[in-house]
């Protein structure tokens, strides 16, 4: 019965740690969910030639409403050509400054862990008339 609930116990871990989304390149993926904190997500776009091999500069977007689809494709284009990599907040906010800190900060710590991100290059976009601090 032990050995059975640790086969079961396995398995139950191995398909948890397989549910992480998969990226590809060039397309813009609408929900990706936060590796270590499951209540914040984003969009993300990688460019065509991502690789994990060099390290990547990132953008990451800010829409007033939260829909971080919106600030990826309309930069989508752009990072494709110098090569960036664009997330976009599913979390912020206009508003409390404490949801935009969240998101920013969930989006900081999942770049590092699943992208090989350029810490020197990492940059900051918000579309809004409200956002008026630079996280990075």
């Not at 609408?30 to 060099?54: D, G, K, M, W």
């Amino acid at each position: 019965m032990k050995t059975l609930f640790l086969l079961l116990s396995f398995l139950f871990l191995a398909a948890a740690g397989s549910t992480q989304e998969k990226l590809e390149a060039g397309q813009i993926t609408e929900h990706v969910t936060c590796i270590r904190n499951s209540e914040q997500s984003y969009a993300a776009f990688l460019p065509s030639t991502y690789s994990e091999a060099r390290s990547w500069p990132v953008v990451f977007a800010f829409d007033p409403g939260g829909r971080g689809k919106i600030p990826v494709e309309l930069m989508k284009d752009a990072a494709e050509r110098y090569g960036y990599i664009v997330l976009g907040s599913n979390n912020s906010r206009n508003g409390a400054w404490k949801i935009e800190s969240e998101a920013a900060d969930a989006m900081l710590q999942d770049a590092q862990q699943r992208f090989n991100a350029a810490r020197a290059s990492l940059r900051n976009s918000h579309n809004s008339a409200n956002a008026q601090r630079e996280c990075f």
